[in-house]
Structures are given as C-alpha cells and as structure tokens.
C-alpha cells in the first residue's frame, strides 16, 4: 500500500476540524492552528498537524496490527495538533500512550462544548460578516447553480431524518440560540449585495453533496461541514467566530437550506 493510501482521508481531517475547532487537543495547549491573514488580499493559513493514535504503518509510534486501514484513516484515530505537540506525541512514547492519547482526545471535545455555551452568547453582527465573508468569499459560479429554499420542517423531525446525533443536536440547539441575528444579518446582506444569501447557501450545500459523494452520514457530515467552515470563515478564528460559525450552520439547517427535509422514501 503506498504512503498516500495510508493517509487521512480528506473528509475526515475536515471531521476532525470541526471536531476540534481548529485548536491543537493536547491537554493545557489549545493553540489555534491557523494563522490569521494580515492584509486582504492574503488567506487564513492552516498550521494544523494530523497525528495519528495508532500509527498508520508497521513500526510507526504505537501502531496496532489488529486495525484495519480504514480505522487508523478515520478521525476516531487522528488528532488535531501544534507542530510541537505533534512532534512530541511521536518520540515521547512511554508517556503518550493510546488510552492516555485517547483520553485526551475526548476531554479535549468535551472542553470545547462546554466553552461554545459561553461564547454563544458574544455572537453579533462583526462576528457574522466574519463567518459568512469568508465563506462568500471566492464563490462566483451561482446564476445557473441556484438550489430551490425547501419549506421549514420541525428541527426534530429533521434531525431524526437526517440521523443525526448528540454531536450535531448540542451544537444545532446551541447555534439556535442565535438565530435571530442570523437571519437579520442575511437580510441586512441581501439588501446590500444582491444573491449574498443565495451564494452562502450554495456553499453549504457544495459541502452537504460533496460529504454525500465522499460516503459519509450523519453526524460525520455534520462535522464535515463545519469543519470546512471554521477553516474558511474570515481572517482569524476564535471563539467567538466558532460560535458564530456554529449559529450560521444552524440557522441553515433549520429553514432547510441544508440537508435532507424529507424521508428517503419520500423523495
């Protein structure tokens, strides 16, 4: 098997980012793991290191003969990292085991949930022309590409169709609590730039049919999506742009611009 068919999928590094929003899971570090631009004509610069819990080759650091390819490929196995720490996790083999890398993975999330509670409440207007600039930004190809507005369906019965679990739920309930101001915003955007909306839409749904094509299902295409988007939402990512990102996401979702709105059979 070459190199390039040992390494992480694409979809799943981008699961892996909406995982872990970005930030280096190594306990006590957090490091935002991309480099804000610095002038306008410049992009964001992810800076993120993929490290692996069980090394994808034979003689890799902690590597385990009974996984297969695509369990050492999928984000279960992967962790987002600095470059020190990703270093660090590979030489110094005594201390960062599997359970205790495994452990760390899982506290690292959890922390996470529980600070988006808090930044949720910071959302406003700059972080918003944050999140959806950056996600507008580039997208020019929509005249003939316009995906038809679906009508608003209950949020539950769209989570169940979708099957979507307590990853997607927690962060779509939380993102709800915005959704106010993300629909002032649209429409503040709308009136100012003709197709804004239509064209942060559209990028979104790019991103839910691409997840479909790579294979992937429920709250894995979630993370996907807002993987993408913590990676592309403005000039710099912090917790305030992650919560905004998580309120656009959602707001989305619950007027059916994103993801399926009606049973497979229905269809």
Request: hydrophobic residues 35%; aromatic residues 8%; negative net charge.
């Amino acid at each position: 098997m070459s190199n390039r068919e040992k390494d992480p999928l694409e979809s799943q590094v981008r699961i892996l980012y909406g995982q872990s929003h970005g930030r280096c899971a190594y306990p006590q570090c957090g490091k935002i793991l991309v480099m804000p631009s610095r002038d306008r004509r410049d992009m964001p610069k992810n800076v993120a290191k993929v490290a692996h819990i069980t090394a994808a080759s034979p003689g890799g650091p902690r590597y385990d003969a009974e996984m297969s390819s695509d369990e050492r490929r999928s984000e279960t196995n992967l962790m987002l990292m600095c470059g020190d720490h990703h270093d660090a996790i590979d030489t110094q083999l005594a201390f960062h085991t599997t359970k205790w890398l495994r452990a760390a993975k899982k506290e690292h999330e959890k922390t996470l949930h529980r600070s988006d509670e808090y930044a949720m409440g910071l959302v406003g207007y700059k972080e918003l022309q944050m999140v959806c600039d950056g996600l507008v930004m580039g997208v020019t190809v929509f005249d003939d590409e316009i995906f038809p507005i679906d009508l608003s369906i209950n949020i539950d019965t769209k989570l169940d169709i979708n099957e979507l679990g307590s990853v997607a739920r927690s962060v779509i309930e939380l993102g709800m609590a915005q959704s106010q101001e993300v629909r002032m915003y649209l429409m503040t955007m709308d009136r100012a730039m003709l197709g804004f909306s239509t064209r942060l839409t559209n990028r979104f749904k790019g991103l839910y049919y691409q997840s479909l094509s790579d294979g992937l299902s429920g709250d894995d295409i979630f993370s996907n999506i807002m993987g993408s988007t913590y990676e592309n939402c403005g000039p710099s990512l912090t917790s305030d742009t992650v919560a905004a990102s998580q309120a656009v996401v959602a707001y989305l979702f619950s007027i059916c611009e994103i993801f399926e709105h009606e049973p497979a059979a229905a269809r």
